[in-house]
Nanobody, 112 residues
Framework: VQLQASGGGLVQAGGSLTLTCTTS????????MEWHRQIPGKQRELVAS???????MYAESVKGRFTASRENAKRTMYLQMNSLKPEDTGVYYC???????WGPGTQVTVSS
């Protein structure tokens, strides 16, 4: 199994970023997927999940601002992040919950 998150960077508060998770080594289209983040000084938290059928759920802190999506043909998942806040700063990971597996993260830094 390989998961690789990318697309992080430095953005001003109120700005947007789109994270991409490319995958291999498992049957992507039949698996639920998740986005997690590690904010400095806090435990890793679940940000968003998207089921194999495209049903999404979000942490309260990102509802209305973040949107998870997936392209099964490309074995890829996305996280569109809008109206970013400084408290969104952290390392973002994509995860395969069925195997309790996380790939390397991508840093998101939101400046005030």
């Amino acid at each position: 199994v390989q998961l690789q998150a990318s697309g992080g960077g430095l953005v001003q508060a109120g700005g947007s970023l789109t994270l991409t998770c490319t995958t291999s080594g498992f049957n992507f289209r039949y698996n639920d997927m998740e986005w997690h983040r590690q904010i400095p000084g806090k435990q890793r938290e679940l940000v968003a999940s998207i089921s194999s059928g495209g049903y999404t759920m979000y942490a309260e802190s990102v509802k209305g601002r973040f949107t998870a999506s997936r392209e099964n043909a490309k074995r890829t998942m996305y996280l569109q992040m809008n109206s970013l806040k400084p408290e969104d700063t952290g390392v973002y990971y994509c995860a395969l919950p069925q195997r309790n597996y996380w790939g390397p993260g991508t840093q998101v830094t939101v400046s005030s």
